[in-house]
């Protein structure tokens, strides 16, 4: 009989290392096995963020050779005294309720009617989620494009339904409407996520509670409130925690989109960093900037799980 | 409400995490809120400690 790759390794294994192996207790090896990504983790993460806290206590330039001279707080004094910081915590929450509002809304209503039984449902759930998997600079450069007041397919969609001449308005350059471009063009793409979701959490619903809740003379629209919505909530709730993460750090689609303009109206925080810290070479500042935008989003984060877990508990 | 403060003289999670909850989300309307400047400045430090105090509650007695 051949020996198995264990044995063949084992018989392979030198005596000396082989005897210092065999004295491990599993505790030992089980670090032996984590710890490489323990490793990983601190070099990768937790490094630098611990950097990225002491640089915002700098006045650090990244693109020249100077050393870093300790300035205390004034990062944090001068970024929370500033009107174009504020101006785009505000771009940056319009962005992100917005989108959240109608990705979560258009999102549950398709899983809803995806969920009936009809033929055809797995091709239409194809073609539903094909905006999720191109890429965002591609998203966002086809629909400046379709944004062109002149020859852009969007305008003439909405002088077809409205009647408003197609040339009299741009999406990107007006700003009334900037800010609603990129909504639209961020629930177009990512709505299809939410759908999946949702969907995910609708399917988990066994159908033996419906036939109780019939039995029981429920009208659909008691079924609909009392049992869809609180069995498919907490998969909403993951889709918002998602959207909302993914979308506060939102850059790519937008830069290709607007650049942030007209003016800074749909300069979104993580442009602001991004310009602070590459374009300014700002390095201190843009790191008080980051850890601003960290402690945020983590606090925000800490809230929702906990909410989160308590809509599974119920 | 008399709940709630006698929880926080106790030392209570649910009572010291309501507290970290709201201090987070207040901190958090303050930062995007467009109306009052003075609030954005402060926003951070409230949203801050409203943080700091939920990592450190979560590991209070329920």
Known sequence: MSASPIDRAAQATPKGLARRIRGLSDRAIAWLFVGPSIVLLLAVNIFPLIWTINLSFTNFKANRLREAKFIG???????????????????????LFWTIFFQVLIGFTLAYLINKKFKGNDMWTTIIVLPMMLSPAVVGNFWTFLYQPQIGLFNYVIEFFTGVDSSSFSMIGDVNLAPWSIVIVDTWMWTPFVMLICLAGLRSIPDSIYEAAECDRASKWRQFWTLTIPMALPFLMLAVLFRGIENFKMFDLVVQLTGGGPGSLTTLTSIDLKREAFEKWRTGYASAYAVILFVTVFGLASIYVKALNKVKER | MSGFFKGLLRFRRSAWEMLATILIALGVFMLMQPFWMVAFTYSFIVTLVGTVMFIIVSHFPE
């Open chain 1, 73 to 95: 707080l004034r990062n944090y004094e001068r970024i929370l005294t500033d009107t174009d910081t504020w101006n785009s915590m505000q771009a940056t929450a319009h962005f």
